[in-house]
């Protein structure tokens, strides 16, 4: 199967459609086929789920960037910068080394910017 996101006027993802694939033989066939499908409402872009060229899985009201030809998440605090190698936002404190018998997990605290753990 192949899945592609559709994109409004301002490139977000407004839908994701999945194309069998013996009519997505080429990306833009499957382009083609939703067109028609659809009336032409909107772009479409291929998504892979492994993110393959377009680094991330295409979800509803993400960024397609046309620049770096991917696919960006929803930024998911403000202090979180976007990594231009992975298109994938980083936060300003890396998430703590888990021990892998460390039952532990952390949450994001905006506030002071750092990972808190929760029980």
């Given amino acids: 199967m ?11 993802v407004i839908d994701i459609q999945v194309v069998h694939d013996d009519v997505a033989v080429t990306e833009a066939a499957g ?7 659809h009336g032409g409402n909107g772009w479409w872009k291929q998504t892979y789920i492994d ?10 009201g993400d960024t ?15 202090s979180w910068t976007l990594n231009d190698t992975t298109c994938q936002w980083d936060p300003p404190t ?9 039952k532990k ?7 002071t910017k750092a990972w808190d753990e929760h029980t």
């Fill in 2 to 12: 192949a899945y592609f996101a559709q994109l409004d006027k301002d490139n977000k």
């Fill in 31 to 37: 382009v083609e086929f939703l067109t028609q499908l």
């Fill in 51 to 60: 993110g393959g060229p377009r680094k991330n899985y295409a979800g509803i």
């Fill in 64 to 78: 397609y960037d046309r620049g770096r030809e991917a696919f960006i998440y929803i930024q998911p605090f403000p």
């Fill in 94 to 102: 890396p998430y703590p080394d888990l021990d892998p018998d460390d």
């Fill in 105 to 111: 997990g952390y949450d994001w605290n905006e506030t």
